[in-house]
């Protein structure tokens, strides 16, 4: 049976073997609902997971939805075409650097 309602303790999961078997669940999940939604909407969907390592001499494996690799790759070309870089960023410093010209004027106002 499944947890239902119950809360989940999001941390990760010590026992390798509970580990790997909630892996395997959840990725068969996650990629049925990739399935339905873009069925469903009509939409392009891509889905990239590593798996987890499985040993030392055999690496991570790799599982991606849809599993023509033509089609993620056509999907990610597409992602890549309509999500240009900003052509400024806004970092913390800059973010500072307003507030501190905010606050200068501000007591620049009050003293005359």
């Known amino acids: 049976m499944g947890r239902g309602g119950g809360k989940l303790n999001m941390q990760l999961i010590v026992d390798k073997r509970s580990r790997r078997i909630t892996f395997q669940k959840r990725k068969k999940g996650i990629l049925k609902k990739a399935y339905e939604f873009s069925t469903l ?5 891509c889905l990239i997971i590593y798996g987890p ?4 001499w055999r690496p991570a494996e790799l599982h ?8 993620v790759n056509r999907i990610i070309e597409k992602f890549k075409l309509n999500n ?7 970092n913390l410093s800059d973010w500072l650097h307003e507030q501190k ?5 501000k007591v620049s106002k009050l003293k005359n």
């Open 84 to 90: 240009k870089p900003a052509t400024k960023t806004y």
């Open 64 to 71: 991606t939805w849809p599993q023509n690799p033509d089609e």
């Open 41 to 45: 909407c009509g939409v392009d969907m």
């Open 101 to 105: 010209g905010k606050m200068d004027a």
């Open 53 to 56: 390592k499985q040993s030392d």
